[in-house]
């Protein structure tokens, strides 16, 4: 079984490494203790055999089977499952400079006494997570709402670089549109999709984590019908600050939510801005197409003028140079004076003809 860890805490301490899942749920019945059971990119069998020792709900189990789910908290009983999207930036060819933003998954299963984490996802690191939580057993000692409210945690603290690289790209982007770069379109759309994912993480996340702050504040102040919330969960001021943990994931959350959603409209604004751009270069370059066609066309009336002029006296010349014996103006003295004079003529009158219409 792909089990990453598996233990069972009594008093906020680690008791027990038991070698399977059943074993941990004897375990943690006999001891009245905390499971965690973290499992890493389980076959769908190991996810019903967890699912079957823990009296996991079954439409629970089958998104955790079928993944791909959006961020979201359910509620089956007094069992929460959660699912969230973590972030982290991947560069693809090595040369120390972010490629892309990959998003993946994690789902939990918070129960009274147990918590079972699943991971399809190379961030956060719950591995050092849990070393972190096993150095503060005063905090362990709260239970599954602890070690729930340190992973939203890690999961919100995978956006910050994230949304650093995002604000560095939309500053060249903003660089790049007026230098003329052809690459800045794509560049503006590789964004907008990193972006989108980004606010598809966060946004429902600052819902949930609103709903389990609120939830966890009318426990502390004792509100009836809250009980089944964290049965037997100390009010002390341990309890007090793990709240206050979560209202700061919470804030954080906010944070890069309300950033996604400004990067959003910037790189629409920036789309907005390359394509006028685009459309005036597009204008200028058909004026420029309209100002060649226009010379050419000048051009062409010209030669075309030209042309009518040379045709007339060639059509006499060609006509009066013919050889025939019996042609009057051959034997006549003004044959030829006339001939060269009907010749000029018609050529001036046709001069005069595209003078008159604009074409000379």
Not at 313 to 335: A, K, R
Request: proline fraction near 5%; include cysteine.
């Amino acid at each position: 079984m792909s089990i990453m860890d598996n233990a069972v805490y009594v008093d906020g301490k680690r008791t027990a490494n038991p070698a399977s899942i059943e074993e941990t749920c004897e375990v943690t019945r006999e001891r009245g203790g905390t499971a965690w059971v973290d499992l890493a990119w389980p076959e769908p069998d190991e996810i019903r055999a967890v699912a079957e020792e823990f009296s996991l709900h079954h439409l629970a189990v089958e998104d955790a089977i079928h993944a791909h789910q959006r961020p979201k908290i359910e509620h089956y009983d007094d069992v929460i499952f959660v699912v969230l999207h973590p972030a982290r930036s991947v560069d693809d060819d090595g040369d120390g400079h972010v490629d892309r933003v990959e998003f993946g998954e994690v789902h939990a299963w918070v129960g009274p006494d147990f918590v079972v984490t699943i991971r399809r996802s190379v961030t956060p690191d719950l591995g050092a997570m849990r070393g972190r939580l096993e150095q503060e057993p005063d905090l362990l000692r709260l239970g599954p709402v602890a070690i729930l409210t340190a992973l939203l945690d890690e999961v919100v603290d995978t956006y910050r670089p994230v949304v650093a690289r995002l604000r560095g790209d939309i500053d060249q982007i903003e660089d790049q549109l007026f230098s003329r770069d052809p690459e800045v379109s794509f560049r503006i759309y590789e964004a907008t999709r990193e972006v989108i994912g980004l606010q598809r993480a966060t946004g429902p996340l600052v819902d949930m984590l609103q709903e389990l702050h609120d939830a966890k504040q009318r426990y502390v102040g004792g509100e009836p019908g809250t009980e089944h919330l964290d049965a037997d969960l100390p009010q002390g001021p341990l309890w007090v600050e793990l709240l206050r943990s979560l209202r700061n994931v919470l804030d954080h959350a906010v944070k890069h939510a309300e950033t996604s959603g400004t990067f959003r409209a910037l790189l629409t604004n920036a789309l907005n801005v390359h394509s006028t751009l685009v459309t005036q270069e597009q204008n200028e370059e058909m004026r420029r197409m309209s100002e060649i066609s226009l010379q050419q066309s000048e051009q062409t009336k010209k030669i075309s003028a030209w042309a009518a002029i040379l045709f007339a006296p060639t059509l006499i010349g060609t006509i009066y140079g013919m050889n025939f014996d019996y042609m009057p103006e051959l034997h006549w003295v003004l044959g030829y004076p006339l001939a060269l004079a009907g010749m000029l003529g018609l050529g001036g009158v046709f001069y005069w003809i595209f003078k008159k219409v604009g074409w000379l």
